[in-house]
């Protein structure tokens, strides 16, 4: 169906094999590799993976996102482009794209384009933003495309770039030539008639309509949200304790707060094996990089210890500060632990190599844990670097989030993020911690790419048993 | 197909800068011997072989300047798909208007995408092979085409010996055939084995008694040797890549088929099964028989020019030129201007030589192709007298003939080669040569007189005139300047070309009656000469080069002092512009012919 078309999309419900059939598309050797352009590089890192452990040789495709093949294009091209990217400085995404798009719909490169793939593959599409469309069309002209998406699961939304609108820009570039309908990873796991559940409420969610969170029980469990917030906060802690020991070794994603990152690093402090799914730009963490740049001593302890908190549980950095006094003035009466000797290190005139035996030493204290271990790892080698002689601290936490984005995530079995962060993870358990807040409730989207993220169960707490309500 | 589409040369040997586009099919270059064909097809040859093994020194540079690179870029059009590869050359494609020649920094739709090859050989002598490209984005990037890409542009070349393509080797047309060279090299290390295997299997006579005394002799020096075999040495049996050649049905080598064969079977694989598209040859006529250049030329594509491959020849031969379209000829060309040393300022300048090189090409007109046929060997000398027709080239030929007499040096021999200008032809065909570079001289009668704009278009064309005064058609010139004396004798040669009575009825007719063949001959009056002129040119009398050489030779030479400078002041000019004359030859005084 994909290699017999001339350009097409394929509705790719959640969990119904998209990716699968990439790989099959792929699979047979051709005379030319297929570009398979997708937007994230985790989406990227994921299809590699999967292509790879399929077998697929690497000849057969070449793999990218839509921002970073544009930007290997205008470095060939600045001149029909109409753009010239510095290759040293930053990328100009929006301009660069804008600019690849243009040339694409030019015919300039047509040719060359079809002299290099022999068919074009886009996943997300339901991503795509108006200039990104502008390129996948573009190149559309030239070699026959395919693209891969669900409205469905339309959740991005790039600033001051919007999204293509898929019935009026997409649908009509790209006809239908199918939709994927069975749900492989449901199925898979034995829960086939969770599978069909999702399928039915895509659809009813897609039609304006209301699902009742209560229709399928042995699967979907409705937890109501009442008006006493610290029982709800237990409850979601409970819920989430049971599924870990009724089913130990399965991995579960916790869809908490879509905006407030500290809300959900709250739960992840009170939730015991729960990790944080960090933003790919790691903002807070780059920020507390940038405070400690240059410290020393006093300074580096006090900023070393703001860190702290925001990854750490039982941090107590007063009582710690408090101690170094005493323990300086020989007016203990109880000996230093390690983590107070750490500390008193750093504190005189200590540097970077102190700051991380003392980040360390916190870090292995059994009376405190770690909640949000990718950021801890970054800073700690983020100092690492910066102590060997090599940039400075900013610069240094700078390349090696790049260097993140560049490979993907590892996601913990246990993890806590937004819809926007799980979005394209997947996990045996799902737990939707507020699906209507007041105020922030979520949309027909963002509630079906939550439903999905869970194989064999889903729980989802809301004051209203059907949504939206 | 790959094709070249550009080609520019800087201080490579002979050529300070050469800038030339070639066609897609056929390309011959003519040109005098130092004028740089083969410095171009060595040029296109060292650029896309990249051959590691060429040596290159001082001489190499252009009048041994090494202080200028060599620099070489051979510029590759209608690139098949590999060569096109984005991810691969993207940033060195180029765009090149086919049209006027311009080349972009990208590729545009309207544009041909190309890639330009570049070599570069500075004082170091080490060759240094890259992609090249203007643009910024080819800036601080360097590349160099990939290996297997090589082979698709790498051309073959036949030069005069064609033996080691009949051997699987490098260089070959058959190395190059061959997809994959190590089943080659494994067959022959296995062929070598058994050499080795079969050797010692029959063993060599003779041998006993030399090895029965080495086994002795070792044992009583107390090597202790259980057995001496004699072996081929395995350093002499290695077989390299030009070991298997072709042999035919009686196992005679291929390599001693006539060079001639052995060069039509060359260009036959080359078209059949060459996996490059582009093929040189050095002087195609080499070792073939006219009919046998024609079939070579046929396979060349000089008739189809279907673009199959892209062909780069040199020659020497006319019936290669006769058989070939017109815009398939280029012409080589150097030029050079000395600019005389001058004062300015009270700096002494020097003088200075500046060389240019140029590629002209002959062009599609149907004149182009007429003349290329009419004039084949004019094409192969420097400087050519376009003649208005057959009785001009007659009468050069009689001088001619008339310098071999007197002991000078010909006219062939000075570069200097007669074209039929087919009479009304003549001032487009002058103008052809000219604009291929060629010294052209047009030697034309004045009957009909042109425009002032038409002599002063061949005088801007660099076309000198050389013609009789106003008015005058070659046959007035010829019976308005002869010698009385030698009336007869011209007489006597239309008589020998047209028979008496024609020529007789030809006077009766136009004197009224008042003239006779006869009396001309006998009673020649001065008031004839007109009469006569008009005769000639109605007659036809000399209207062919056979009479017309007669007429040069046989009377004007005989009697050049005596004969009137209406004839002898354009002839001379002529002579003196062919470099025979040196000095003006001075003509008869007046008072013996009419002026």
Redesign the interface.
């Known amino acids: 169906m994909i290699l017999a078309s001339r350009r097409g999309h394929v509705v790719a419900p959640a969990g119904c094999g998209k990716t699968e059939l990439i790989a099959r598309s792929v699979a047979s050797p051709a005379e030319?590799p297929t570009l398979i352009l997708t937007h994230t590089t985790a989406g990227v890192a994921a299809l590699h993976q999967r292509l790879k452990r399929d077998g697929v040789p690497a000849s057969h495709y070449?793999l990218n996102t839509i921002a970073g093949w544009a930007l290997?294009?205008i470095?060939?091209?600045?001149?029909?482009a109409g753009f010239?990217q510095d290759?040293i400085a930053a990328p100009i995404y929006p301009e660069v794209q804008a600019a690849i798009g243009r040339l694409c719909q030019?015919?300039?490169?047509?040719?060359?384009?079809?002299?290099?793939y022999g068919r074009l593959l886009v996943d997300e599409y339901q991503d795509c933003s108006v200039t990104q469309h502008s390129i996948v069309s573009g190149i559309a002209n030239a070699i026959p495309t395919v693209i891969f998406g669900d409205p469905m699961q339309a959740i991005f939304g790039f600033g001051g770039d919007p999204l293509a609108d898929w019935h009026s820009d997409v649908a009509a570039t790209f006809p239908e030539i199918g939709r994927l309908t069975t749900p492989w990873r449901w199925s898979n796991a034995g829960a086939d008639d969770l599978g069909q559940w999702l399928l039915s409420a895509r659809e009813a969610l897609s039609q304006g309509l209301s699902i009742d969170l209560r229709s399928c029980p042995n699967r979907i469990f409705w937890h109501p949200i009442g008006t006493d917030t610290n029982a709800t906060i237990t409850e979601q802690v409970r819920v989430q304790f049971d599924i870990s020991r009724n089913s130990p070794n399965e991995s579960i994603l916790i869809v908490g707060d879509p905006i407030r990152a500290g809300s959900r690093h709250d739960y992840a402090s009170r939730a015991a094996g729960v990790s944080v799914v960090e933003p790919v730009d790691f903002r807070d963490i780059v920020n507390a990089a940038q405070n400690m740049d240059g410290l020393s001593g006093d300074t580096l302890l006090q900023a070393c210890i703001a860190f702290l908190t925001q990854v750490m549980t039982n941090v107590y950095g007063d009582r710690l500060q408090q101690r170094i006094q005493s323990i300086q003035a020989d007016r203990n009466r109880t000996p230093p632990t390690p983590q107070e000797l750490t500390a008193i290190a750093l504190f005189n005139q200590g540097g970077y190599p102190q700051a991380i035996a003392f980040l360390k030493s916190m870090a292995s204290d059994r009376e405190r844990r770690v909640y949000r271990r990718s950021a801890f790892n970054i800073m700690i080698e983020a100092l690492t670097m910066a102590a060997g002689g090599g940039p400075d601290l900013g610069s240094a936490i700078a390349l090696l989030r790049e260097r993140n984005r560049q490979a993907g995530r590892v996601v913990p079995s246990k993890a806590v993020g937004s819809t926007l962060l799980l979005k394209g993870l997947e996990a045996q358990h799902v737990v939707i911690l507020d699906a209507d807040q007041p105020g922030s409730a979520m949309s027909r989207q963002h509630l079906y790419v939550a439903l999905t993220r869970g194989a064999r169960s889903v729980h989802i707490f809301s004051r209203s048993p059907t949504l939206p309500a | 197909m790959v094709a070249i589409c550009e080609v520019e040369i800087r201080n490579f040997r002979g050529i300070s800068y050469l800038k030339w586009w070639p066609r897609k099919g056929l390309n011959c270059l003519i040109g005098p011997g130092d004028a740089g064909k083969s410095t171009i097809l060595d040029a296109i040859e060292l650029t896309l072989g990249a051959r590691q093994s060429f040596t290159f020194s001082d001489a190499d540079f252009h009048r041994c300047n090494i202080g200028e690179p060599i620099i070489i870029d051979v510029t590759l059009g209608a690139?098949?798909?590999?060569?096109?590869?984005?991810?691969v050359y993207?940033?060195f494609?180029r765009g090149w208007n086919p049209v006027n020649g311009a080349m972009?920094?990208?590729?545009?739709?309207h544009l041909e995408?190309v890639l330009t090859l570049r070599l570069v050989v500075r004082d170091d002598l080490e060759p240094q092979w890259l992609l090249h490209s203007e643009?910024?984005?080819a800036e601080?990037r360097e590349r160099n085409l990939q290996w297997k890409h090589r082979q698709l542009v790498a051309p073959v070349r036949l030069g005069t010996v064609a033996a080691h393509h009949m051997a699987l080797g490098p260089r070959s047309i058959l190395g190059k055939l061959s997809a994959d060279a190590t089943q080659a090299a494994a067959a022959l290390a296995g062929a070598s084995r058994q050499a080795r295997q079969a050797f010692a299997d029959r063993g060599c006579e003779g041998v006993e008694p030399i090895l029965e005394a080495s086994k002795r002799i070792a044992d009583t020096m107390g090597i202790r040797v259980d057995e001496v075999r004699a072996l081929l040495d395995v350093r002499g049996v290695t077989l390299s890549g030009g070991a298997i050649a072709l042999h035919d049905e009686d196992h005679v080598p291929m390599k001693s088929l006539g060079s001639g064969s052995m060069r039509l079977l060359v260009a036959g694989l080359q078209k059949e099964v060459g996996r490059s598209s582009i093929f040189i040859i050095d002087e195609v006529e080499f070792g073939l028989e006219p009919y046998r250049i024609v079939r070579l030329l046929d396979s060349l594509g000089a008739k189809t020019d279907d673009g199959g491959q892209q062909v780069f020849m040199t020659t020497h031969s006319p019936i290669v030129l006769r058989e070939l379209a017109a815009p398939q000829l280029f012409a080589v060309r150097t030029e050079r201007t000395t600019t005389p040393a001058t004062t300015f300022d009270d700096l002494m300048l020097p003088e200075t030589k500046v060389t240019t090189n140029v590629v002209r090409h002959l062009g599609a007109s149907e004149q182009a192709q007429k003349t290329l046929r009419a004039c084949a060997e004019a094409f192969l000398a420097p400087s050519v007298i376009v003649c208005e027709g057959k009785t001009e080239i007659g009468l050069v030929r009689g001088m001619d003939l008339w310098l071999q007499d007197s002991g000078s040096r010909s006219l062939l021999a000075r570069g200097c080669h007669w074209a039929d200008g087919a009479g009304s032809s003549m001032i487009e065909r002058a103008q052809l040569f000219a604009s291929m570079g060629y010294r052209t001289a047009l030697f034309m009668d004045s009957d009909v007189l042109y425009s002032a704009e038409t002599y002063a278009a061949l005088t801007q064309a660099g076309v000198h005139v050389i013609r009789w005064q106003d008015g005058f058609s070659t046959e007035a010139a010829i019976f308005a300047a002869a010698p009385a004396a030698k009336i007869s004798d011209l007489l006597q040669i239309a008589v020998d070309w047209r028979g008496e009575d024609a020529v007789d009825a030809k006077i009766q007719k136009l004197s009224g009656n008042r003239y006779t063949l006869d009396l001309c001959r006998t009673a020649f009056a001065e008031d004839m000469r007109g009469l006569l002129g008009q005769c000639a040119g109605e007659g036809k009398w000399f209207k062919d080069i056979e009479p017309a050489e007669r007429v040069s030779r046989a009377v004007f030479a005989q009697a050049w002092f005596d004969t009137g400078i209406v004839y002898t002041a354009p002839v001379t000019r002529l002579m003196q512009w062919t470099g025979a004359w040196t000095v003006p030859v001075a003509p008869a005084a007046a008072g013996t012919a009419a002026g």
């Open positions: 030319k070449r290997g294009l470095s060939m091209f600045p001149a029909r010239r290759p030019s015919g300039h490169i047509t040719r060359e384009l079809q002299a290099t | 690139l098949s798909d590999e060569l096109k590869n984005l991810e993207g940033h494609l972009e920094d990208e590729p545009a739709s995408t643009g910024a984005g601080g």
